[in-house]
Nanobody, 122 residues
Framework: QARLVESGGGWVQPGGSLRLSCGASGYIFSIYGMGWYRHRQAPGKQRELVAYITSGGMTNYADSVKGRFTISSDNAKNTAYLQMNNLQPEDTAVYYC??????????????WGQGTQVTVSS
């Protein structure tokens, strides 16, 4: 079993920056990729992909964060980071770390972190 632990959320004014971290621990044979999703607390909003990075360094971003957010990873530490710049009120959400991890079973399985709140307001 693996687990993901996130850190780095909090409150920031519009235009500010935050950096989220997500560390994977437990029995990990390999990680295909790690990413961040968010769930904005508004009617009808569903969890949405923010950014994803594969172990080979390929990245994918939601259009709404391109040019403002940067995802990176340290494969040796099984850790992913999300640098969020020029944050806006619409970025307010609970951010969840996600990872595709191969463990004891030999198959890749999806894991989720517990979530960290990001609030952007003046």
């Amino acid at each position: 079993q693996a687990r993901l632990v996130e850190s780095g959320g909090g409150w920031v004014q519009p235009g500010g920056s935050l950096r989220l971290s997500c560390g994977a621990s437990g029995y990990i044979f390999s990680i295909y990729g790690m990413g961040w999703y968010r769930h904005r607390q508004a009617p009808g909003k569903q969890r949405e992909l923010v950014a994803y990075i594969t172990s080979g360094g390929m990245t994918n971003y939601a259009d709404s964060v391109k040019g403002r957010f940067t995802i990176s990873s340290d494969n040796a530490k099984n850790t992913a980071y999300l640098q969020m710049n020029n944050l806006q009120p619409e970025d307010t959400a609970v951010y969840y770390c996600n990872a595709d991890i191969k463990g004891l079973s030999g198959d890749y399985r999806e894991y989720w972190g517990q979530g960290t709140q990001v609030t952007v307001s003046s």
